[in-house]
């Protein structure tokens, strides 16, 4: 069984910036794709970033490319994502997930291009990320 905690939001002034960890337990970690979701009232969850297992490949979406940064230390079973530049659209609460896609990394990078769900394997609970104006 495996379990993620995120951690790291707050409050934060526009521009700010914000690390959100992932402390993941079990053996699964270091074998799969972990992505961060957020998710706003009112609006439906999105995929704001993924990272392979080996951390050969990245996804981000394109609201917080060159602004929020995934990574991610096997040894540690942690993940990270580094948000800079915060705007107030940023706003939301976010997930750390993991999953082994059994459709591979493409298909997978598909689906959060194109908005459709996509059910990872394990979730943690949220962490708030509010940033004012």
């Known amino acids: 069984q495996v379990q993620l905690q995120a951690s790291g939001g707050g409050l934060v002034q526009a521009g700010g910036s914000l690390e959100l960890s992932c402390a993941a337990s079990?053996?699964?970690?270091?074998?799969?794709?972990l992505a961060w979701f957020r998710q706003a009232p009112g609006k439906e969850r999105e995929c704001v970033a993924a990272?392979?297992?080996?951390?050969?490949?990245?996804y981000y979406l394109d609201s917080v490319k060159g602004r929020f940064t995934i990574s991610r230390d096997n040894a540690k079973n942690m993940g990270y994502l580094r948000m800079s530049n915060l705007k107030p659209e940023d706003m939301a609460v976010y997930y750390c997930?993991?999953?082994?896609?059994?459709?591979?990394?493409?298909?997978?990078?598909?689906?959060?291009?194109?908005?459709?769900?996509?059910?990872?394997?394990?979730w943690g609970k949220g962490t708030l990320v509010t940033v004012s104006s």
């Open positions: 079990g053996d699964s970690f270091s074998s799969s794709v």
């Open positions: 997930a993991i999953d082994q896609p059994s459709r591979g990394w493409d298909t997978m990078v598909q689906s959060f291009q194109r908005g459709r769900p996509y059910e990872m394997d394990y």
């Open positions: 990272i392979t297992w080996s951390s050969r490949s990245t």
